[in-house]
């Protein structure tokens, strides 16, 4: 079983909406959870990182946190097309970043 | 002023060669990290040194050597390489270990023939 599992896509919207990208995970103990951003060609850069239940507002961006349901989720507002990239869920495993295997949003014009 | 810097950006080789990467972080940050990008764009630890020590050796097959001189550095040196061996490879670097940040490296892209 991997620890994180993500939808691989694409993702496709439409400038201006609302972009959701969903990640689950496998260790109930897990308790740090960080979104990257993966251009095509580029290094992973960190959007957002969450440790509690809940929601976590960053300008367009939202984390959110479900850890009863071994959840974690990104929103991205008002979608624009350079939004378009891999999205990168990860959590802390054994004290290194386990990575999911990351969700390619289109942000169409 | 680049954080976290890696040489070279392309790596191409033979079989059965031996070649080094080099990290370097500029943020004085006391742990490195080397991570795996696959063809499926999969990303995979592979090792972590806290303050010179070595705190996480992956399912890596023992041709990977890293080799921490310093907090700032940690290299890779790749023995006998194997086509399955080409791949992107990052470093990565952090405060600690569990809650913070890692900032990655640009990435060495890896082809074996």
């Known amino acids: 079983q991997k620890e994180v599992e993500q939808n691989s896509g694409p993702l496709s919207v439409p400038e201006g909406a609302i972009a959701s990208l969903n990640c689950t995970y496998s260790?109930?103990?897990?308790?740090?959870f960080f979104w990257y951003r993966q251009y095509s060609g580029k290094s992973p850069e960190l959007i957002m990182f969450?440790?509690?239940?809940g929601d976590k507002e960053d300008g367009r961006f939202t984390a959110q946190l479900n850890k009863a349901s071994q959840y974690v989720s990104l929103l991205i507002r008002d979608s624009q097309p350079s939004d378009s990239a891999t999205y990168l869920c990860?959590?802390?495993?054994?004290?290194?970043?386990?990575f999911g295997s990351g969700t390619r949003l289109q942000v169409q014009p | 002023d680049t954080a976290v810097s890696q040489t070279p950006k392309y790596l191409v080789t033979q079989m059965g060669n031996d070649k080094s990467i080099k990290c370097e972080q500029n943020?004085?940050?006391?742990?490195m990290y080397w991570y795996k990008q696959d063809s499926k764009k999969f990303l995979k630890i592979m090792f972590s040194?806290?303050?010179?020590?070595?705190?996480i050796n992956e399912t890596v097959p023992n041709r990977f050597s890293p080799k921490s001189p310093d907090k700032a550095h940690l290299n890779l040196h790749i023995n006998s390489l194997e086509l399955g061996d080409s791949a992107v490879y990052f470093c990565?670097?952090?405060?600690?270990?569990?809650?913070?940040?890692?900032?990655f490296g640009p990435g060495t892209r890896l082809t074996v023939l």
């Open positions: 990565a670097s952090s405060v600690g270990q569990e809650y913070n940040e890692q900032f």
């Open positions: 260790d109930r103990g897990s308790q740090s």
């Open positions: 969450i440790y509690s239940n």
């Open positions: 990860a959590v802390i495993w054994r004290r290194a970043l386990t």
């Open positions: 943020l004085g940050h006391d742990t």
């Open positions: 040194y806290n303050n010179k020590e070595l705190i």
